[in-house]
């Protein structure tokens, strides 16, 4: 029994100095063959496909490649018996982000109901898409929503950000604007609006491209607008 332990060990041991070597092989030959393109890789794993290596790059980006790193997939392995994009669900669970790390004093809540499902949303003051959202999101009830202002489509978006943020009742000032097309005050001189800097970065760190974008309680992000009852599907899902 001990051998059988002692052979299994070695096995194990030389599989994992395998993949190492691999991966390291891997690793120099992309970093030769295209040293702008990607520049900094996380990992490389195998695919589900035989002969065929994942490639994680920038954080959350992937390409494929052989052993040798001779040709590169940029594409999407789809299992075609369980008709799932396997390559979608690998970008979204590496996507995820931990909610409760957020800096959430940089953002504002908008509480409905009894507030018992949580859903954050980065939203710019002047995306169309964000505004069809917003009215979908007024008939969901029993949620709190976190709102970080996220301007990132001119300076325009920056200076409405810095009027809500500077508002009395930032969640009534942004329902006013997004919702009733009426404007808040202008900010108050001294206002401290470094808020608006922070969420820029972070949504940029985070990979957030487009607004808006929502966050559930389990990490899944969605780009773009949804309608009621994807809202209201998701956030279940996000409490299972």
Same mark, same amino acid.
């Given at each position: #029994?001990?051998?059988?332990?002692?052979?299994?060990?070695?096995?194990?041991?030389?599989?994992?100095?395998?993949?190492?070597? %691999?991966?390291?092989?891997?690793?120099? /030959?992309?970093? !030769? +063959?295209?040293?702008?393109? =990607?520049? %900094?890789? /996380? !990992?490389?794993?195998?695919?589900?496909? $035989?002969?065929?290596?994942?490639?994680?790059? /920038?954080?959350?980006?992937?390409?494929?490649? &052989?052993?040798?790193?001779?040709?590169?997939?940029?594409?999407?392995?789809?299992?075609?018996? %369980? +008709?799932?994009?396997?390559?979608? !669900?690998?970008? @979204?669970?590496?996507?995820?982000?931990?909610?409760?790390?957020?800096?959430?004093? &940089?953002?504002?809540?908008?509480?409905?109901?009894?507030?018992?499902?949580?859903?954050?949303?980065? !939203?710019?003051?002047?995306?169309?898409?964000?505004?069809?959202? @917003?009215?979908? =999101?007024?008939?969901?009830? /029993?949620?709190?929503?976190? #709102?970080? =202002?996220?301007?990132?489509?001119?300076?325009?978006?920056?200076?409405?950000?810095?009027?809500?943020?500077?508002?009395?009742?930032?969640?009534? $000032?942004? %329902?006013?604007? #997004?919702?009733?097309?009426?404007?808040?005050?202008? $900010?108050?001189?001294?206002?401290?609006?470094?808020?608006?800097?922070?969420?820029?970065? =972070?949504?940029?760190?985070?990979?957030?491209?487009?607004?808006?974008?929502?966050?559930?309680?389990?990490?899944? +992000?969605?780009?773009?607008?949804?309608?009621?009852?994807?809202? *209201?599907?998701?956030?279940? *899902? $996000?409490?299972?």
């Amino acid at each position: #029994m001990q051998l059988l332990k002692t052979a299994l060990a070695l096995a194990a041991l030389t599989l994992t100095l395998s993949a190492s070597a %691999q991966e390291a092989a891997i690793r120099k /030959n992309l970093a !030769e +063959r295209f040293p702008q393109q =990607l520049m %900094q890789i /996380n !990992e490389v794993t195998k695919s589900p496909i $035989a002969g065929l290596y994942e490639v994680r790059y /920038n954080d959350s980006e992937i390409v494929y490649t &052989d052993a040798d790193a001779n040709y590169l997939v940029n594409g999407h392995i789809i299992d075609a018996k %369980q +008709r799932r994009d396997l390559t979608d !669900e690998r970008i @979204e669970k590496l996507s995820a982000v931990d909610t409760k790390s957020l800096p959430y004093k &940089d953002a504002f809540t908008i509480v409905r109901g009894d507030g018992s499902r949580k859903l954050v949303v980065f !939203e710019d003051p002047n995306c169309g898409y964000c505004k069809r959202f @917003e009215a979908d =999101l007024q008939k969901v009830n /029993n949620v709190t929503i976190h #709102m970080f =202002l996220y301007p990132i489509l001119g300076k325009d978006s920056v200076d409405k950000s810095k009027n809500i943020w500077c508002a009395k009742d930032k969640g009534k $000032a942004w %329902q006013d604007w #997004m919702l009733r097309d009426t404007p808040a005050s202008t $900010a108050a001189a001294g206002c401290d609006t470094s808020a608006l800097t922070r969420n820029v970065e =972070l949504g940029r760190k985070s990979k957030i491209t487009g607004t808006p974008t929502l966050f559930f309680e389990n990490g899944s +992000r969605v780009p773009g607008a949804i309608n009621t009852a994807q809202i *209201e599907k998701l956030l279940t *899902e $996000a409490k299972q």
